[in-house]
């Protein structure tokens, strides 16, 4: 037992036998054992939609993020199909807002004429619409309202309307986020009804009631009056019942199941992974991306490097696909 410095003394547990670094050697060898690759076929951009013409507006919590007129969106489509994107999805914000939120199913909605549009200048490029009533309520809420309480089975009736009319214009995937119960049965037959039976429905079934969507109710003017979305939108401590809520939107028709946000909720993805096999999709969610701008803007983190690490991961998890306003960055940077 005269042996050099812990040369057999940690033999028991593998050393120097194994030695997980050769696998870490280079750049080659790192590509060589890879397990998850992320690609443009995997990211979806998002969009918001506002009246006029040639308008192009940042919106101030999201930096590199604009809402923009149909003619723009139109182009911003069509770079995103020229670098390989797959799909956008369209979130309207209307000239006018009412207690009903009827600018949601209307035929010549930011949303409709987009749709149209960009299905005309680029054909092969996905369009998914955001159903949901809180972009058009003047009280800002996801749903009608008895009272200042959100009247789940009023809802479903509008939210069939508005993704009948998004279908109407084209679109290939309607996404309903409102969270009401039922909605994907209720929209389903809405769809098959009217003869729009080859529309998927990519529902937000694990949607929780997060404050990583405050950017996003400044780019889609659609913060709450008052109150907040507690009484539909899910508790951060529950996964169990994210299971729940995907088993009866499956149940109910939904083509795709999604989680959102993503990267506080990996688990939820993963769960979700490990126990369904339809395609599930993450949501990176407005604050996950201006958390990750402010600290680059202020030289804080590599914004390339975490872009990369944070879609990496929620692929990893067990993702399909991951919406994201990092998309068209992404995708261009190729
Ligand atoms: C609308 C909707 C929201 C988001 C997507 N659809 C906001 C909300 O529920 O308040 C959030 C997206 C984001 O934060 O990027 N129902």
Partial sequence: MHGGLGSNSIASVGFPVQRPRRLRRNSTIRRLVRETQLSVDDLVLPLFVVPGSGVEKPVASM?????????????TAVRARDAGLPAVIL??????????????WHDEGEVQRATAAIKRAAPDLLVITDVCLCEYTDHGHCGVLSGEAVANDATLARLQLAAVSHARAGADIVAPSDMMDGRVAAIRSALDFDGFEDVAILSYAVKYCS???????DAAESAPRF?????????????????REAALD???GADVVMVKP???YLDVVHRLRLRFDVPIAAYQVSGEYSMIKAAAMNGWIDERRAIDE????????????????FALDFAERG
């Fill in 63 to 75: 930096p590199g993020v604009f809402q923009q007129s149909v003619d723009r969106t139109v182009e």
């Fill in 91 to 104: 979130f309207g914000i209307p000239p006018q807002k009412d207690a009903e939120g009827s600018g949601a």
């Fill in 211 to 217: 404050s990583f969507y405050g950017p996003f109710r």
């Fill in 227 to 243: 109150g907040d979305r507690r009484t539909y939108q899910m508790d951060p401590a529950n996964a169990d019942e994210g299971m």
């Fill in 250 to 252: 499956i149940e109910e």
């Fill in 262 to 264: 993503a990267l506080p």
């Fill in 310 to 325: 944070t879609l990496t991961s929620i692929k990893r998890a067990g993702a399909d696909f991951i919406i994201t306003y």
